[in-house]
């Protein structure tokens, strides 16, 4: 039953990730794109706004009525593009698919089958308290279930779908909505053609079944990114709540005189200065943010050598020589 739902979990994972004209962030390395596509669409059109919202308690408090209506129209639309089912491999890294030539190590599940592996799932999850007293959970998505993420995103999309139905295209030519799991982000070009009050208003309260219900989020912070409006155009950085000038407040990585190899510790820092360089959109944010992320391997005891030639190899890489600006302000304040 256990490798079961595994399996079946992570069909729907990836049906989810398959759904057309829905509000769906695939992966968070995603969002430089979408920031990318708001300024093309809407930078010409207004003045961009945006809303920063959560779906409140999105697991808990999904309605269970929606679940199997979205499915099973999401699942009508895969066969209309002439998909009969999900090909599941035995790897987890591996990806699923739709299509394959693969003959050994992966298994052909039909959608039928998948519904009816979610549905039980969605009426029968048990659970067992510190007693050893079995409950029946009777409302939300199940808890702790594989199907969980796979069928609370495609759920979602199916509602983002029935809204977005509702709208005149005139409306739809002047926003921008994503989701990552239940976090929503909202962008509008004010000009006078919409009533963007009005829109946000109807998005709130129609989108998505009671009871879930949209509440406000820190707005200049998106998953992973920190975004602000500059000449009516998204700029955006790497998030991070350590400042050079304030308190720290997380401390992230391994310290450097920690019993890890110099390989995996070097790499470390190359993958965050490589991520960080791809969330940055702006010399001026990517030179603030870059120093803010190398003060704290700095105070981890991270050599400056070893950050300097990251950074020298940054510069070569993206041909950005901001970076070199970066490696020279690291030294200086290094002796």
Not at 147 to 157: E, L, N
Not at 164 to 189: G, H, S
Not at 232 to 249: A, F, L
Not at 303 to 332: D, G
Request: proline fraction near 4%.
């Amino acid at each position: 039953m256990r490798r079961l739902f595994h399996m079946s979990g992570k069909a729907w994972h990836h049906i989810a990730m398959h759904l057309s004209d829905s509000l769906i962030i695939k992966h968070g390395g995603d969002l430089p794109k979408m920031y990318e596509h708001v300024n093309q669409k809407l930078g010409a059109k207004g003045d961009i706004t945006w809303e920063n919202m959560d779906i409140e308690g999105c697991f808990p408090n999904m309605p269970k009525e929606p679940v199997p209506l979205g499915l099973r129209d999401q699942i009508n639309a895969l066969k209309r593009k002439g998909y009969e089912g999900v090909y599941v491999p035995k790897k987890d890294k591996t990806p699923c698919e739709f299509t394959t030539k693969k003959r050994k190590g992966i298994t052909f599940m039909p959608f039928e089958t998948l519904m009816e592996i979610m549905e039980f799932a969605l009426h029968n999850t048990m659970i067992k308290d510190w007693n050893d007293n079995l409950w029946l959970q009777v409302q939300g998505i199940p808890m702790g279930d594989p199907h969980s993420p796979g069928i609370t995103i495609g759920t979602c999309a199916w509602m983002e779908k029935e809204w977005l139905n509702t709208l005149e295209q005139k409306v739809r030519d002047n926003f921008v909505a994503r989701r990552y799991m239940d976090d929503v982000i909202f962008f509008m070009a004010k000009n006078g053609e919409i009533d963007c009050d009005k829109l946000m208003n109807n998005f709130r309260e129609e989108c998505y079944w009671k009871p879930l219900s949209l509440t406000p989020a820190e707005q200049h912070v998106y998953l992973e990114t920190e975004l602000f409006k500059k000449d009516n155009t998204i700029v955006h950085s790497m998030k991070n709540n350590n400042k050079r000038d304030q308190e720290y407040k997380v401390w992230r990585y391994a310290h450097y005189y920690s019993a890890t190899s110099y390989q995996y510790k070097r790499q470390l820092v190359k993958a965050t200065l490589t991520k960080l360089h791809k969330l940055c959109n702006d010399d001026y944010l990517l030179y603030h943010s870059a120093l803010d992320k190398i003060q704290e391997f700095i105070l981890l005891r991270y050599p400056i050598p070893l950050i300097s030639t990251l950074c020298s190899l940054m510069a070569v890489r993206t041909r950005n020589v901001t970076w070199f600006k970066i490696r020279e302000t690291v030294h200086s304040k290094s002796h």
